[in-house]
């Protein structure tokens, strides 16, 4: 069956550098990846949308990449700050449905 | 600003209880969702609505019911509150046609003791 996978361990940063999260995914060929972020007790929030044909995506200090032949997406956030602490969620397009990942907990430190 | 609103952030409920969860958007979307949330095991999806008055089951459908009358309304039913529906569930509406971008509400976080 389809799967879309990120890494459950949490993430910790320092502040100033560049965060790399990942997203892989099996059994499927997505059309497009969706990135979102999740902020605790709240709804996921929308943040990119990369398609096959496109390696790379950027929007400020966002970056995702689609790499179609290792089945993985890449999201980059660059000269990273506290309040990009949050949980970050990926996406597949599966017919009227989007397939999530378990999403990441991304923690910068001061 | 779009929005999605759900009736109650919180909602504590007693084992065998009928529970309404109702969720409202205003950017005239075709798709609506009804996702649960637990740790570790990410969204799972509930039911799902690409029309009023029309339904499919998503991924996890046992125990629950769903209602679409209005367009921009999509109600979630628990026939009998189990404790193993104590979760968080969310909301989400999307346009038809396009990349499915979700725009999801705050979420409810129901507790069924």
């Known amino acids: 069956s389809q799967k879309i996978e990120q890494n459950s361990e949490a993430l910790n940063i320092q502040e100033g550098k560049t965060a790399t999260l990942t997203c892989n995914y099996t059994?499927?060929?997505?059309?497009?990846l969706q990135w979102y972020r999740q902020d605790p007790g709240r709804g996921p929030v929308f943040l990119l949308l990369?398609?096959?044909n496109e390696k790379e995506k950027r929007k400020e200090r966002l970056k995702v990449t689609f790499d179609t032949t290792l089945k993985q997406s890449l999201f980059h956030i660059t000269a990273s700050q506290p309040a990009d602490s949050a949980t970050y969620l990926c996406?597949?397009?599966?017919?009227?449905?989007?397939?999530w990942g378990a999403g990441t907990k991304l923690i910068i430190k001061p | 600003d779009v929005k999605v609103t759900q009736s109650s952030r919180y909602l504590v409920k007693r084992t065998g209880e009928k529970v309404f969860l109702e969720c409202v958007q205003d950017m005239d979307h075709e798709n609506m969702f009804w996702y649960r949330q637990d740790p570790g095991l990410g969204l799972r999806l509930i039911y799902f609505s690409y029309d009023v008055k029309m339904k499919e089951k998503g991924d996890i459908p046992e125990g629950y019911s769903v209602s679409r009358e209005k367009k921009e309304r999509f109600s979630l039913i628990l026939e009998s509150a189990s404790t193993n529906q104590t979760s968080m569930y969310l909301c989400a509406s999307s346009f038809a046609g396009g990349t499915n971008e979700q725009f999801f509400g705050p979420g409810t976080r129901l507790t069924v003791l």
């Open positions: 990369i398609r096959e």
């Open positions: 059994n499927y060929s997505p059309a497009y």
């Open positions: 996406a597949m397009d599966s017919n009227y449905q989007l397939i």
